[in-house]
Every structure is written in structure tokens, then in C-alpha cells.
Nanobody, 120 residues
Framework: VQLQASGGGLVQAGGSLRLSCVAS????????VGWFRQAPGKEREFVAT????????IHADSVKGRFTISRDNAKNTVYLQMNRLKPEDTAVYYC??????????????WGLGTLVTVSS
């Protein structure tokens, strides 16, 4: 499975961005896609995950109510809609494919990250 994340950029606090993660290859073997993020000097943390076919989702408490993960199976794409962004959301965001879990160890395939910078 190959993953390509895009959609990052610079936005002011309170603004919105939508990240996209396009999957290619043997997508049937990757039942879930998750988003993780890593801020400078911090460990990678879970953001959200979605099952590829069932549509079940989990969002981290820190983003619940502001971020929404969704998927378009016809386009093999998973989205992360980020609203009401805060400076503490600044990080490199990664998408990953694997098990429907909140820990990074459950994901076998990772894409290159996309940088999100939120200015105050």
C-alpha cells in the first residue's frame, strides 16, 4: 500500500484546512486509515482513524468536535477536515494504513507527512 498525504499549509488560528490521503496498491489489505501528527520536539500522537469499509471512526479528545475524518472509497481517499485550528495543532500530519487502532504500532504502512502550521 502506498499513501500520499496532501493539503497542509499555513493558516491563521480559527481557520480550516482539509487534508487528503490517497491510497494505492493493495488497499483491500488495509482495513483502516489513521491520521497521526508530530510536533517539533514531541512524540507522534494519534489524531483520528476510520475503517476503510465500515465507516466507524475514532477521534482523539484533543480534536473531537473540531476535526472530522471521512473517506471516499471510490477515490481511495481519506480526508481530515480540520476546523477551528489552534496554534497547538501545528505539526507534521501523517496518514497510515493498518488496523483500526489508536496506537501507531497498529499501522504497517505510512505516507510522507504534510506540514500544518497554525499562526496565532
Amino acid at each position: 500500500v502506498q499513501l500520499q498525504a496532501s493539503g497542509g499549509g499555513l493558516v491563521q488560528a480559527g481557520g480550516s484546512l482539509r487534508l487528503s490521503c490517497v491510497a494505492s496498491g493493495r488497499t483491500f489489505s488495509s482495513p483502516a486509515v489513521g491520521w497521526f501528527r508530530q510536533a517539533p520536539g514531541k512524540e507522534r500522537e494519534f489524531v483520528a482513524t476510520i475503517t476503510w469499509s465500515g465507516g466507524s471512526t475514532i477521534h482523539a479528545d484533543s480534536v473531537k468536535g473540531r476535526f472530522t475524518i471521512s473517506r471516499d472509497n471510490a477515490k481511495n481517499t481519506v480526508y481530515l477536515q480540520m476546523n477551528r485550528l489552534k496554534p497547538e495543532d501545528t505539526a507534521v500530519y501523517y496518514c497510515a494504513a493498518g488496523a483500526f487502532r489508536v496506537t501507531s504500532s497498529g499501522y504497517a504502512y505510512w505516507g510522507l507527512g504534510t506540514l500544518v502550521t497554525v499562526s496565532s
